[in-house]
């Protein structure tokens, strides 16, 4: 799923390659994928793209005034074309189009989704706060008042696990899956540990952890094409998605936790005291 880092250089990659030209039209393919009708999504047509914004997951295109607003879920891709096919793509089968922007250059891009679960997301309207999942969204972790006091005061009084918490778009935007495993590595902190009971100088490691994984990442996407963005975010992990591996901090072998539709990833030395946790999805497997 793309988090902040990767939704982040999407944005500005489209900066660079979108901004100032006028969409020629937009085609939809996966109707269930836009979710509103007012405006309709052939008012773009002719209207310049004049900014591009994130907010936490959302990818927000500025088109004159009008928004033109992305949520790419969990299979969702940002596919940059620099010739689009003129006539129109054939929806259904195992076509994984949803929605197809021409620009008035001949350039565009594609809106993609795999697999059958769909969940990708799209809104034409008037301001991003339309949007009700940018109208929820907790603070944005790279803005300048997301500070240690300020992750104090959200994580007081929360008896929820900190790896929950750290997902919820309502409590902090952008964090995800992925990034909340590394962050808890670099914070040294079990993913299951209550937030509420943590001290205040742990909360300035997590703060501290949360700020630069979330930097460094967007750093090291910065400048690569949309194509290249899974790549460098497969790679820059260090513990997420890499159960059986060893840890690059202390060689432990990196253990998982498994649940209905997604799974978590951990190294048992460095943030557990050695004890693995209990997979009780495994253990129910095993009997």
């Keep these: 799923m793309p988090e ?15 901004v100032g030209h006028a969409v020629a039209r937009v085609d939809v393919l996966a109707v269930p994928a836009l979710k509103t009708y007012d405006p309709p999504v052939t008012a773009l047509a002719g209207l310049s793209i004049t900014g591009v914004a994130r907010h936490g997951k959302f990818l927000d295109l500025d088109v004159d005034g009008l928004h033109l607003v992305v949520h790419l879920a969990r299979a969702g891709w940002l596919r940059w074309r620099e010739q689009v096919p003129p006539r129109p793509a054939r929806p259904g089968g195992k076509n994984p189009l949803g929605v197809r922007v021409h620009l008035d250059d001949g350039s565009g891009f594609d809106l993609t ?73 670099a914070a040294r ?79 048992p030395t460095c943030q557990t005291g050695g004890k693995p946790l209990a997979d009780r999805r495994l253990s129910r497997l095993l009997k």
């Design 4 to 18: 902040l880092p990767e939704v982040e250089a999407l944005a500005a990659f489209l900066r660079e390659r979108a």
């Design 189 to 267: 902190m079990s993913p299951f540990k209550i937030a509420d009971t943590l001290t205040d100088d742990e909360i300035a490691g997590l703060h501290e952890a949360i700020v630069t994984t979330l930097r460094d990442a967007v750093a090291r996407s910065t400048g690569l094409a949309a194509q290249d963005l899974k790549g460098e975010k497969k790679t820059g992990l260090r513990v997420h998605g890499r159960t059986g591996e060893k840890c690059p901090v202390c060689g432990d072998t990196i253990r998982e936790v498994s649940f209905a539709d997604s799974s978590l990833q951990y190294c």
């Design 113 to 185: 989704e795999a697999g059958s679960k769909k969940g990708l997301a799209v809104y034409v309207v008037r301001a991003p706060a339309e949007v009700p999942g940018i109208a929820t969204l907790g603070p944005d972790p790279l803005d300048e008042g997301f500070t240690a006091e300020a992750l104090r005061g959200i994580i007081r009084g929360r008896r929820t696990q900190i790896k929950g918490l750290l997902r919820d778009q309502r409590i902090i935007a952008g964090i995800g899956n992925a990034y909340s495993d590394e962050v808890l590595h």
